[in-house]
């Protein structure tokens, strides 16, 4: 997660300029950015988010990743430079591009799902704070991190009209929501959660494949999150990500949760 002074936020935003982002680019720069470059940025940063690409690892060349991503190496190139301004990877000359150690999602940590009823478990717990996130996140958002989100739902656009659901695309995109927050402690919540959210995704993916597929559907629930995040309406974001959320667990205990009562 950024620090906060790398965000326009509170007092500090008469000392920024208004037309540089997160990132340092003026927004000339940023605009200048294709929708094909912002695709592999996500895709190369949710690997990295769910450790398919580890702290310390060695990424693929330019060339691997222009092949394994079918795109030009310039494309990657321009993923790469993004993801090195963000603090994300790090370059030695000659050698290629190394995953950075992010320290600030080591400090919490949640007891594995072990049982259909720790799925719930986690439903009930991102309800809890999830919400909040696209809250914060229309308050909040700059261009940069808005193209994020923007980048993770044309993600699963694609993976809908295919008629797939890609687990990595959907986190994704709720981890930007957080990210969006400036708040670093929705962040680590999201990243000690992923395993356990890549569980419950995992069961929310395959009830999504039956005879009656909802995956449009669901996409049209994301897409109503970022319009409610994007128009800045913090009430509607908070209500359209709780019934996302609310949908989601509904359709993977087929409307009929667990009684948890002690």
Known sequence: MKNGSEFSAGGAQGMMDPDVDATGRSREQHERLSPLVQKVYLVLLSKIRTDDYHAGQKLPSEHDLAAQLDVSRPIIRDALCRLREEGLIYSRRGAGSFVKTRTEN????????????????????????????????????????????????????????AHRHREDADFAFHCAIAEATNNHYFVSSMQALKEHIAVSMKFHGASLMGPKSALTDVFEEHASIFEAIRTRDTDRARNEMRHHLEGSRDRVFEGKTLDLSL
């Open 106 to 161: 080591r400090t919490l940590g949640y007891a594995p799902v072990e049982t259909i009823a720790d799925i719930q478990r986690c439903y009930e717990f991102r309800l809890t704070i999830e919400p909040e996130n696209a809250a914060y996140a229309a308050l909040r958002w700059n261009e940069t991190v808005l193209s994020t989100i923007a980048s993770a739902l044309e993600l699963l656009r694609d993976a809908t009209q």
